[in-house]
C-alpha cells in the first residue's frame, strides 16, 4: 500500500488548503487515517485522525474549530480542510493508514505547508 498526500503549499494567514490523502488502487476504508505535521525542529505531532467507519474524529486543542477530517463516500481519499490558517501551523504534513490489528502501518512522504505572508 502506497499512501500519497497531496494539496499543500503556500497560503497567506487566514487562508486555507485541503490536504488529501489518497492509497492508488486501493480503499481506505478499512483504515483508520491520521494526519501528522512536523516542523523544522520539532517533534511530528498528531494533528487529526479519523476511524475506520468515520464515526469518530479527533483533533489537537491547536486546530480544534479550524481544521476538519474527512473521509469521500468512494472510501479511496481522506481530506483534511484546514481553515484560518496561522503561520505557527506551517510544517510538513503527513498521512498515516493503519489497521492496529493486523499490524498495517503506512506513512505518506509529505506535503509541504507554508503559511506566511
Keep these: 500500500l502506497q499512501v500519497v498526500e497531496s494539496g499543500g503549499g503556500l497560503v497567506q494567514p487566514g487562508g486555507s488548503l485541503r490536504l488529501s490523502c ?9 483504515y483508520g ?10 517533534e511530528r505531532e498528531r494533528v487529526s485522525c479519523i476511524s475506520s467507519s468515520g464515526g469518530s474524529n479527533r483533533y ?8 476538519t477530517i474527512s473521509r469521500d463516500s468512494a472510501g479511496t481519499t481522506v481530506y ?16 498515516r493508514a493503519e489497521i492496529g490489528s493486523v499490524g498495517y502501518d503506512y506513512w505518506g512522504q509529505g506535503t509541504q ?5
Design 33 to 42: 487515517v491520521g494526519w501528522f505535521r512536523q516542523a523544522p525542529g520539532k
Design 113 to 117: 505547508v507554508t503559511v506566511s505572508s
Design 80 to 95: 483534511l480542510q484546514m481553515n484560518s490558517l496561522k503561520p505557527e501551523d506551517t510544517a510538513v504534513y503527513y498521512c
Design 60 to 67: 489537537a486543542d491547536s486546530v480544534k474549530g479550524r481544521f
Design 22 to 30: 489518497a492509497a492508488p488502487g486501493f480503499s481506505l476504508d478499512y
